[in-house]
């Protein structure tokens, strides 16, 4: 996971908040936004995730000027901006697709939103030709979009994006058609770019590895609602629900009750001491907080514990997860270190699953 | 070998049917040259006579300039209106959109004779019978379809995105749809406009109701001319507006190869350009 760094942004404030309030969107009988409220900081790199159908690209296109919120407002900067058209926010967006005006060259799709916002012709090839060292493809200003590549068009359409300045960049799932190395890249520079321009990022995503990777901070959307907000970290340390647990990485989840501090898992026999009061129907344990020891081990008084029989053992080189499924039939996976020789887990052993208390986390 | 029996069949058979589709049409040609002052075929003999005594007749370069004259202007507003109205039933909500659209389409669909019937006695009452004007109007009414259908193809295959895309650079409704929805769908209105173009330019049904000693169009001369007198002059015309037919296609042909050359060629550079 990167660090997500907000020392290193200017101090000018270039970016613009963004408050949504109460914003419902219904299509027929569907709610596609049950009333969702969101507050984005100046400045910040935030994400909008959730699968398809959960609303998040219609919040944006909602940003966007695109799409008529049926209730509730938008603010930018300060500004009521619920009743302006899209033409007159003044923000940059990124599409799927890119979205790149296939009879213009380069140059002419990069300086579009100048020539509209009125810029001194003097001015626009300069700012042109800087907007497209930024992304490096200055050299290719005279081509046509259908001449490039996709990672190309893509770069070709962040300039296009971030050329004018706007105090917040909108991306809708911009690197979705990309292939994961090209993604990758895209990704690194995309933060890079939003750490030299100190604007607002809000970026769509369906990718939750994506959105670990370069947002300050993540709005889960589940059917129209925001589930849970945070940083990266908050989500995956700190699921606050069920939902938000499977969605953002891989977890295990034992299914049982809370009693006087401790987890009673029915399913497997066995109780899981917690260490705070909690109530909820789900403990979950990440991958790489579980420590596979073979035969039947006594835990350590600060650790739970639950028995198991290793099905399949998978090494993926700097790591090895092991799958096994305990007495109530859960598959629990775990993630450890690569052995140095055989250390007893291997398909058809018996396994103990142990982890700190303090990694249990549950849900409701 | 079975396969190249298949396609020496199928060639014959596109020949067959090229020539069952044109020679009914190139026959013209040679009764044009015929010294029989009669239409008649087979020819007999050779003469540019029929075409000498058209250039000497006024009366056809009066009628053929009236004819572009009405087909240029009409099929000018078709395209306006037509473009307009496919942007409104592809684009728009509103109540009645089909049987907008079949309005729209009904002249394509109502017999020419009850149009020009129809529109014959409502001219005479406003005195537009006879008049450029007249003949204008009622060629849009009949081209506008063709354009709104080439058009709404055209914009059904249009990606809203990049109209979203200059919304949000700052363009409004208007300068998006100059700058970037036609451009996109520039071929589909160039195409309507041909439609529109020919629709009125040998429209003759109606033509016949409107016109008179006043105005007549290039087909209704024709049509006349036919009646009163058979010699080949008539032949003459026809050929001549078939040359500039088949020299408005070469030219489109032509233009289209070089395009396509210019963009084999670039997407050659592309191959060399390493990235």
Same mark, same amino acid.
């Given at each position: ?40 900081? /100046? ?42 058209? /899209? ?115 809000? #970026? ?42 499977? #969605? ?14 401790? #987890? ?40 739970? /514990? ?12 700097? #790591? ?43 849900? /409701? | ?38 239409? !008649?075929?087979? $020819?007999?003999?050779?003469?540019? &006579? ?53 309005? @729209? ?12 019937? =129809? ?25 506008? $379809? ?6 709404? !193809?055209?914009?059904? *295959? ?8 200059? @919304?949000?650079?700052? =363009? ?5 749809? @100059? ?13 309507? =406009? ?12 109606? =033509?016949?109701?409107? *016109?008179?000693?006043? @105005? ?54 592309? &191959?060399?350009?390493?990235?």
């Amino acid at each position: 996971m990167s660090q997500n760094t907000t020392d290193s942004r200017p101090d000018d404030q270039a970016g613009a908040s963004i408050n949504v309030e109460k914003v419902r969107k219904q299509y027929g009988a569907t709610t596609v936004l049950d009333d969702v409220s969101l507050d984005i900081r /100046a400045g910040e790199f935030i994400t909008l995730l959730g699968a398809s159908g959960s609303g998040k690209s219609t919040l944006l296109n909602i940003i966007a000027g695109f799409t008529k919120a049926d209730g509730g407002r938008v603010h930018i900067g300060g500004r009521d901006l619920t009743k302006v058209p /899209a033409h007159r926010r003044g923000l940059g967006m990124v599409f799927q697709h890119y979205a790149l005006f296939p009879h213009m060259t380069v140059f002419d799709n990069v300086a579009y939103g100048l020539r509209r916002h009125g810029t001194a012709k003097s001015a626009i090839s300069g700012l042109v030709a800087e907007a497209l060292e930024m992304v490096e493809l200055g050299h290719l200003a005279k081509r046509k979009p259908s001449e490039l590549s996709g990672g190309q068009q893509q770069r070709v359409a962040l300039a296009r994006a971030i050329v004018f300045r706007p105090p917040v960049l909108l991306m809708d799932e911009p690197l979705g058609a990309l292939d994961k190395l090209l993604r990758e890249q895209l990704q690194l520079e995309i933060r890079r770019l939003h750490q030299d321009m100190g604007i607002t990022f809000v #970026f769509v995503t369906h990718d939750q590895e994506e959105a670990l990777t370069m947002s300050d901070r993540i709005a889960l959307l589940q059917s129209g609602n925001i589930v849970q907000i945070g940083s990266p970290s908050d989500l995956y340390e700190r699921p606050n629900c069920r939902y938000a647990a499977e #969605f953002i990485g891989v977890s295990n989840i034992f299914s049982g009750e809370c009693r006087d501090g401790v #987890f009673d898992d029915r399913i497997n026999g066995a109780q899981y001491r917690l260490g705070s009061a909690a109530s909820g129907q789900a403990l979950m344990v990440r991958p790489e907080r579980l420590a596979v020891r073979p035969g039947i081990a006594l835990s350590e008084p600060e650790d739970n /514990a639950v028995e198991a029989v290793v099905e399949d053992c998978v090494y993926l080189g700097s #790591f090895r997860t092991v799958h096994a499924r305990t007495s109530g039939g859960d598959l629990v996976v775990a993630r450890t270190d690569v052995p140095r020789g055989e250390d007893g887990v291997h398909p058809g052993a018996k396994v103990t699953l142990t982890w700190k208390i303090e990694d249990g986390r549950v849900l /409701a | 070998m079975t396969r190249i029996l298949t396609r020496a069949a199928l060639v014959l058979l596109a020949v067959l049917i090229a020539a069952y589709v044109l020679l009914p049409i190139l026959v013209i040609f040679p009764m044009s040259v015929s010294e029989n002052g009669f239409m !008649a075929f087979p $020819p007999e003999g050779f003469t540019w &006579d029929w075409y000498r005594s058209l250039s000497t007749d006024p009366t056809w370069f009066a009628s053929a300039g009236q004819s572009l004259t009405v087909a240029l202007a009409s099929a000018a507003l078709s395209v306006v209106l037509g473009t307009l109205a496919a942007l409104a039933l592809v684009r728009g909500r509103f109540p009645f959109r089909r049987l907008a659209l079949l309005a @729209m389409l009904s002249p394509l669909i109502v017999p020419y004779v009850i149009v020009g019937l =129809a529109v014959y006695i409502a001219f005479l009452k406003v005195g537009l019978t006879e008049t450029p004007l007249g003949f204008v109007l009622v060629h849009t009414c009949l081209g506008v $379809p063709y354009v709104m259908i080439n058009v709404s !193809a055209g914009l059904v *295959s249009v990606d809203r995105r990049l109209e979203m895309a200059s @919304m949000n650079l700052g =363009a409004g409704p208007v300068s998006t749809f @100059m700058r970037v929805t036609l451009p996109a769908i520039l071929p589909n209105v160039l195409a309507g =406009a041909l439609f529109a173009f020919i629709t009125s330019w040998d429209e003759v049904v109606v =033509a016949i109701f409107l *016109s008179g000693p006043g @105005m007549t169009t290039l087909p209704v001369k024709m049509w006349s001319g036919i009646r009163v007198e058979i010699d080949p002059t008539l032949a003459a015309v026809s050929s001549l507006l078939l040359l500039v037919l088949i020299g408005t296609f070469l030219l489109t042909g032509l233009a289209r190869g070089i395009q396509r050359l210019l963009a084999r060629r670039s997407s050659v550079n592309l &191959d060399h350009s390493g990235v």
